[in-house]
């Protein structure tokens, strides 16, 4: 793969402070397609997994372009208020970094917060850069406490998800009272259909930009898959966890209901998860990621749409307990793991009905070893393709036993019985030469 440098785009003194300062090495691979065309002030449409390095992606771009006048120059649009705060985190760390010193304020305007107490201190003081969910950010807009009319820089991050969460009609409120030439960043794992209309309004002539497949599985991932058969998936997940030490494992479901009940079976069997899916309340949420962060869970069970809207980090392991229905969705789970060079691995609990999807990410370059848990060691396993070609050898041995049995002429009472026996007795000779065969 080739390497590329920070110093061949057209960065300032303060980006390069910046870059520096968070010790970045070279760029991510959407860092290198995103930077150019962003840092030109064109608009970006980039499908972009988690952990790729997408947040400085487009920050780097708007540092380059800020200065230090009080007004809104960039606004960071967010799904949920957890992952607002983690950009606006992010934002915070490299301001410290940069030549602006205190001139420059980053404003995180979220609910959950006193709404009078935000209106009072965005009308003293108008930050130069907003993170926030869209709610909230339209709420202050309307309140006259909030004036976006100026800012060059819009982004949509997760944008898939504001869509999921019937976000996108409130975003399209906030752009009405933007300027028309307004340059706009969309980050998404997947670009739904639902979406177009959005991007279609709202940018001109955008830079698509896409991840290669390689790029969504890194080389240093693994992925496991374990034949579920009629076994209860919570006591399968307990025999794997005597065979791993994970640093923090996210076991995925594909539903809120079905992550109560396996959180609620692994909590009776001895583990201690966390848990967090859509039905949680603020509160509850709130205190599952303190939990998270004070690496009080070694495993958490979640849905796709609430692992989305929050950066987990340290995931070293990523457990399907149920496989998704669609590919991206895979990839976007298993993209948890293995950042940033560090090695990871997913383990998927897999049915019969599950194959065809195993397939297609086999046929998108993905490389599967199929394995046991007993007694808490891994057991290499025989994979589906082994197993059909056994099936099919023995479906034609028995077609074969069962010809070299004639019909006898005269038909005598139980000779249907007879002619079974003969055939059995023949197909178990043909097993054992085949097997003896397979032997030598």
Do not use: C
Not at 52 to 77: C, D, M, N, R
Not at 392 to 403: D, T, W
Not at 422 to 432: G, H, L, P, T
């Amino acid at each position: 793969m080739t390497r590329h440098s920070f110093n061949q785009y057209d960065i300032n003194e303060n980006v390069s402070d910046i870059i520096e300062g968070l010790q970045f090495r070279e760029p991510t691979e959407i860092q290198h397609k995103v930077l150019p065309p962003f840092l030109r002030g064109e608009s970006v449409v980039a499908k972009s997994h988690t952990g790729s390095g997408k947040t400085h992606a487009y920050l780097l771009p708007i540092f380059k372009h800020l200065t230090k006048e009080k007004k809104v120059q960039a606004v960071i649009t967010a799904p949920t208020r957890e992952l607002a705060m983690q950009i606006h985190e992010e934002v915070k760390k490299s301001l410290s970094h940069s030549r602006f010193g205190e001139e420059v304020n980053a404003k995180l305007v979220v609910g959950g917060s006193d709404k009078q107490r935000m209106m009072e201190q965005l009308k003293k003081n108008q930050p130069q850069i907003v993170v926030g969910t869209p709610g909230r950010i339209l709420d202050m807009t309307e309140e006259g406490a909030l004036d976006l009319f100026e800012a060059k820089t819009f982004i949509l991050d997760e944008a898939d998800l504001m869509v999921d969460l019937g976000f996108i009609d409130v975003v399209d409120q906030i752009l009405i009272r933007m300027k028309e030439d307004l340059q706009v960043g969309v980050f998404s794992a997947t670009i739904p259909e639902r979406l177009q209309p959005f991007l279609k309004k709202y940018l001109q002539s955008p830079a698509f930009i896409e991840m290669d497949t390689e790029q969504l599985a890194p080389e240093s991932m693994e992925h496991r898959l374990v034949e579920l058969k009629h076994k209860n998936p919570a006591d399968v997940i307990i025999d794997i966890s005597k065979a791993i030490q994970p640093y923090l494992a996210i076991i995925f479901t594909n539903g809120k209901d079905e992550a109560d009940k396996l959180a609620a079976e692994l909590t009776a069997r001895g583990m201690e998860p966390g848990l967090i899916h859509g039905g949680l309340s603020p509160r509850e949420r709130k205190r599952v990621l303190k939990d998270l962060k004070d690496l009080r869970f070694q495993y958490i069970v979640a849905t796709d749409l609430a692992a989305r809207g929050i950066d987990i980090q340290g995931v070293s392991h990523v457990i399907n307990a149920q496989m998704p229905k669609e590919s991206e969705f895979y990839l976007h789970r298993v993209g948890r793991t293995a950042r940033a060079g560090m090695e990871g691995t997913a383990i998927n609990l897999y049915k019969e009905e599950d194959l065809p999807l195993i397939e297609k990410l086999r046929n998108k370059g993905l490389t599967f070893t199929f394995y046991e848990v007993k007694n808490g060691e891994w057991k290499e396993a025989k994979d589906y393709d082994r197993r059909k070609n056994r099936e099919k050898q023995e479906n034609e041995m028995e077609k074969k036993a069962k010809q070299m049995v004639r019909k006898p002429k005269k038909v005598k009472p139980g000779y249907k019985r007879k002619m079974k026996y003969k055939a059995d007795k023949n197909y178990k000779k043909m097993k054992r030469e085949s097997y003896r065969k397979g032997k030598k």
